[in-house]
């Protein structure tokens, strides 16, 4: 939430104190003789402000490579000519190829950094945004009295204008609306203004009989200032959209870092039934910790109807699942039922409309022997008090066997991937504080180079023997309910404070829960309440340049199909939100796995200052440390230089290409030439 009184403070100070003008030095003769270089680097402004924080996030997130000031501390460096720009081998260089302000002067009027930036700024051609600031003349836009607003902008419908499509946003659809997520809380404030001239609007909202910007370029004096007239923080739908266009505008389009949405649904537990939770119990009969369960266990699983629209959904929506199978669990219920099973039949009819992962068999806990006597379950000892494990041999035949039904039934899958069920194997939290010693040698002897791992418990990448996880999103919509009315009791169970019947778990842990005003009607407030909410968040990830996959149960693509109403709200959102330049991308765990070790090999190389990259003219040249691949983004046309001739650079997406990419043969760096 903005603090709107804080930023009204800053509204009138910089009214009464407006940014002088700056006398912009000559650029020297060698300046003017020789191209200068141009760092890729952005400097980063900070006053501790949630705008300025959400610029440094999206910089940060994306692999742009920063320098941040700290306006707060004493020790900080003196933002002068020294700092910005030298020489390096007879050559102009500017240290950073864009500067992130928190408003268009923080520093006061007439103050020498200020005055240092504009004239390194004119000097270079470098861009400068402003991260939230007020309208007025000073910034080229009119009082807000004069055609304008300020106040309160939640649930307001702006629109890309003509020049930001054609600009730094094209890659939008066109609508911005701004979240209002409480009619309760203010979520954010700002200032609307008509543009004066030397302002070019790129996002605007209606304001009486006419429009007034919101976000804009401001050309004046040899400079350009991106001109944000309105609060936000990181996780906000407004600025995700906005965030990329920000970026791009200040880099120029080229810049170290690459950016994509994505968005991918693993389906785990297909072919095996899921316990369904007890209403009357507030438990669930077949799993642990369920007083008076036993003989009420009832079990949630796919029809043949259910695998028929599951295809039927994927080619409507153009999105294809991830199905995580347990053969096994799934010829134990066949062998129980007459041995028919026409759902697996039909899945395995349509086996190549999906991708395809390992299970495990039967789905058993890898990690160790449970004593489920005790709630909640602790780790069985042998005599001597040692932690009785799952053995390696068993581990290996659980990966075994469900890689050779699939091969049988002539369903492809990566054999390098894995998810064990309940992620087991790993380290479990306080039970088991370590991963099974077995499970790593049991990954390797069948060549397992990716485990999936919860990314709620475990949200960073780490090695398990040879392999590496990939943490993967748990969606809100739970394995044990199969009908919209238990999704809802479950939840109300779990939300709602004791005197409204719930559990209380909410009033327990207010850090980490926040208890619902009143309990969720049971008939609508799955679809009305939960979906919506699930949607926002799933999609908040699309937005924030996460590749971590989601994953929910076959249990919600049975019976009511819990979760077609989440994902529909998802992807069509999406699709109105972006154009088709910026696609979802839907991708196989272990290329995700591969992207998150690139992104930490380069955060770490970032981190210790082994990266070299510079722009000089239309030539782009990136040196990282050896093994290490650059994320690169450049406008279309650009050509990367091979050891004889050129090609085409990256992939395009969002209006830009890019790619992580290393040196060609014989090359010691990467050399662009834009176009």
């Known amino acids: 939430m903005v603090n709107k009184n804080r930023m009204n403070r800053v509204a009138a100070a910089m009214a009464a104190a407006t940014l002088m003008s700056v006398a912009v030095p000559a650029a020297s003769a060698e300046a003017a003789a020789v191209t200068p270089r141009i760092d890729l680097r952005v400097l980063v402004v900070d006053d501790g402000g949630s705008s300025v924080e959400a610029i440094t996030a999206e910089l940060r997130d994306t692999g742009v490579p920063y320098t941040r000031v700290d306006l707060g501390s004493s020790s900080r460096p003196v933002i002068n000519a020294a700092y910005l720009s030298d020489t390096v081998d007879g050559r102009p260089r500017a240290k950073f190829q864009g500067v992130v302000l928190p408003n268009e002067n923080p520093f006061g009027a007439g103050s020498a950094e200020m005055t240092a930036l504009a004239a390194y700024e004119t000097t270079y051609g470098i861009r400068q945004v402003d991260a939230y600031t007020w309208s007025h003349p000073g910034v080229g836009l009119e009082y807000t009295d004069n055609g304008g607003y300020s106040g309160t902008l939640d649930g307001t419908q702006a629109a890309v204008t003509a020049a930001g499509k054609t600009g730094p946003f094209g890659y939008l659809g066109g609508q911005v609306t701004f979240e209002d997520n409480s009619p309760l809380v203010p979520e954010s404030y700002g200032f609307m203004g008509k543009p004066r001239t030397g302002y070019t609007s790129y996002l605007d909202a209606p304001v009486g009989s006419g429009r007034a910007s919101l976000v804009g370029e401001y050309a004046h004096d040899g400079r350009s200032e991106l001109v944000v007239t309105f609060g936000y923080n990181q996780y906000q739908q407004q600025f995700r959209l ?32 899921d316990a369904r939770w007890s209403k009357e119990l507030n438990c669930t009969p077949g799993d642990y910790a369920c007083a008076g369960g036993e003989g009420q266990e009832s079990t949630i699983r796919m029809t043949a109807a259910d695998a028929q629209y599951a295809a039927q959904w994927q080619t409507s929506k153009n999105f294809k699942l991830d199905m995580l199978f347990n053969a096994g669990a799934g010829e134990e219920w066949k062998a129980e039922h007459g041995g028919v099973d026409a759902m697996t039949a039909q899945l395995v009819a349509d086996r190549a409309k999906y991708r395809w992962m390992n299970h495990t068999y039967t789905h058993p806990f890898l990690g160790c022997v449970q004593d489920t006597t005790t709630s909640p379950w602790t780790c069985k000892k042998n005599a001597q ?14 990966i075994r066997d469900n890689n050779n039904w699939a091969a049988a039934k002539g369903i492809t899958t990566d054999r390098t991937e894995l998810v064990t069920g309940e992620h087991s194997g790993l380290k479990t939290a306080p039970q088991q504080p370590v991963d099974n010693p077995n499970l790593a040698g049991a990954l390797a002897d069948n060549g397992i180079k ?33 009908t919209n009315a238990e999704m809802a009791d479950e939840y109300n169970w779990i939300y709602t404070s004791r005197a409204d019947g719930g559990s209380g778990a909410c009033e327990d842990n207010p850090a980490t829960s926040t208890c619902l005003p009143a309990p969720l009607d049971v008939n609508t407030g799955y679809t009305s309440y939960i979906v919506p909410q699930e949607a926002r968040t799933a999609l908040r990830h699309v937005l924030a340049n996460d590749p971590r996959p989601h994953y929910v149960h076959q249990s919600n693509l049975a019976e009511d199909r819990t979760l077609y109403p989440v994902l529909n709200q998802v992807l069509d959102t999406y699709r109105t939100l972006y154009a088709p330049s910026a696609p979802i991308v839907n991708q196989t765990m272990k290329d995700t796995g591969v992207e998150l070790t690139r992104r930490a090999a380069w955060d770490k190389a970032i981190a210790n200052n082994q990266v070299t990259a510079y722009r000089i003219g239309k030539d782009v040249t990136v040196k990282a440390p050896s093994g290490v691949v650059a994320p690169i983004t450049a406008p279309n046309g650009t050509k990367k230089q091979l050891l004889l001739g050129t090609a085409d650079f990256g992939t395009a997406y969002a209006g ?17 030439k834009l176009l």
């Open 656 to 672: 830009t290409r890019s790619a992580w990419t290393g040196p060609e043969l014989l090359q010691s760096a990467v050399t662009l």
């Open 242 to 273: 906005l965030a990329r266009g920000i970026v791009e505008w200040l880099t120029q389009g080229v810049h170290l870092g690459q950016e994509r949405n994505y968005f991918a649904v693993h389906v785990d537990d297909v072919f095996a039934p």
């Open 450 to 482: 990716w485990a999936g791992s919860d990314n709620s418990r475990e949200p960073a990448q780490r090695a398990v023997g040879a392999a590496l996880t990939v943490p993967r999103h748990p969606m809100n919509v739970y394995y044990n309910t199969g």
């Open 385 to 398: 008090g040692v932690i009785q494990y799952m053995s390696r041999a068993e581990i290996s035949a659980q």
